[in-house]
């Protein structure tokens, strides 16, 4: 069966780093949309980052461009994203999503774009 586990999340200082995964099971990784999303209290759950399908385009929010990274390792069916640079801004519960859909073709972080998500592993980047 279908299941999506996030893992590395943690109490980080500003300016720290930290690397989410998340393992993708039951499925095969090869042809799926890879979402991370995080939400904070009260507000809407925001768009981090994507990677499309073999051809592993990638998108980043405009908040995480150039301090996060997102990859993809096919063979271990697991999803990374490298937060480097972090700020308290950046403290949420963070959800790794799927969807096999091959549209749109390029990676969106819309939320709508998946259907499979995961629990979520929490951040928290404070002093």
């Known amino acids: 069966q279908l299941q999506i586990v996030e893992s590395g999340g943690g109490l980080v200082q500003p300016g720290g780093s930290l690397r989410l995964s998340c393992v993708v099971s039951g499925v095969t990784l090869d042809n799926a949309f890879i979402g991370w999303f995080r939400q904070a209290p009260g507000k809407e759950r925001e768009g981090v980052s994507c990677?499309?399908?073999?051809?592993?385009?990638?998108n980043y929010a405009d908040s995480v461009k150039g301090r996060f990274t997102i990859s993809r390792d096919n063979a271990k069916n697991t999803i990374y994203l490298q937060m480097n640079s972090l700020r308290p801004e950046d403290t949420a519960l963070y959800y790794c999503?799927?969807?096999?859909?091959?549209?749109?073709?390029?990676?969106?972080?819309?939320?709508?774009?998946?259907?499979?998500w995961g629990q979520g592993t929490q951040v928290t980047v404070s002093s």
């Open positions: 990677i499309s399908d073999r051809r592993t385009i990638t």
């Open positions: 999503a799927a969807d096999w859909r091959p549209y749109p073709e390029i990676c969106t972080v819309h939320a709508g774009r998946y259907d499979f």
